[in-house]
Structure formats: C-alpha cells, structure tokens
C-alpha cells in the first residue's frame, strides 16, 4: 500500500518561500509531525542552512572526493549536530522529525544519485520531499520514502489534509 504524507498548506507555504528565496541554490529543511502507521502527518516545516560546506567533516574518503567538488546550487547536506538539535526541539513539542524537504533548482522532483548515497547515513523511516524550483519559481512537489533495503527510494502521496 503507498504510504501517504499529509502535508498542510502553511508547510508547504514554507518549503516554497524558502525555496524560491534560496533559488538557484538548493535549500533544505526539517519535516516535523506526528506518525501513524504509514500515515505521517506534518504540522511544521523547519527551514536550515545550507551546510554543504561543512559536509567535509562528516564524508570520508571516495565519497568525498566524489560530492565535495559540488556547489552547493546541486547538493545539500544536514549535519548530524543539526538533526539531533531539531530531534530534541521537535521532541520537547511533542512531535517527531519525519524527514527532510529539499529543493532541485532547475531540475525534476525525482532523487537524484546524490539523494540515494546522502539517505544511506539516515534509517529509512524518513520522507524525503523535493520541490522542483524552476526559473526560481515552485514548481512540481513530489515525496519519496527509503526502501528498508536502501536500495532506493518509492514515491508517497502528498495530501493537504489527512486521509478520511
Ligand atoms: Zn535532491
């Protein structure tokens, strides 16, 4: 069965402002809600820096010298520190971290290669939404879920208010 996300429209108001602000670069944020089963239910999104380029400290060897190379306008990355922090904030609400949204400036919400290698560090229980931003502005909003195998990922239906 496909697992849904409900997304209301103050959050989604949130990934796009911020996405089309940050356009060209990629930007990124926290998921934050409640989940049911397969249902998620997200009641904030939490917008972040962009560190990619403090990515070196926590990419070893191949990997790298593979993404390091990268402007940031492709990529995105979200210190452990930074999880851990929101963890706990979001945890004192009472409210899980249930993924992280991001955007593709100029290109389709499908997970890049990038996505996959950045998703192997995290538990597969996370949504990931993209927000195509194209010419800087919001543009198609798609949300994927990791395979347990992390293999790759499956995409999962956005809703604007929970399913009945
Ligand atoms: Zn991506």
Redesign the pocket.
């Known amino acids: 069965m496909p697992q849904t996300i409900t997304l209301p429209e103050a959050a989604r108001a949130v990934i796009v402002a911020h996405g089309e602000a940050g356009f060209p670069d990629?930007v990124c944020g926290f998921l934050v809600g409640a989940a049911t089963g397969d249902q998620k239910t997200v009641t904030e999104a939490w917008a972040i820096e962009n560190a990619w380029e403090q990515a070196g400290d926590a990419l070893a060897g191949a990997a790298a010298d593979t993404f390091l190379g990268e402007a940031k306008g492709?990529?995105?990355f979200i210190p452990p520190g930074e999880l851990q922090k929101a963890d706990q904030r979001a945890r004192a609400m009472r409210q899980d971290i249930l993924g992280f949204y991001?955007?593709?400036p100029d290109?389709p919400a499908r997970?890049?290669a990038?996505?996959l290698a950045m998703a192997q560090g995290t538990f597969p229980g996370y949504s990931?939404i993209?927000l195509q931003v194209q010419d800087g502005s919001a543009a198609e909003m798609t949300s994927w879920v990791l395979r347990d195998d992390y293999s790759e990922f499956d995409e999962e239906r956005i809703t604007p208010s929970p399913m009945p």
């Open positions: 990629e492709r990529r995105f991001h955007t593709h290109h997970p890049s990038h996505d990931y993209i």
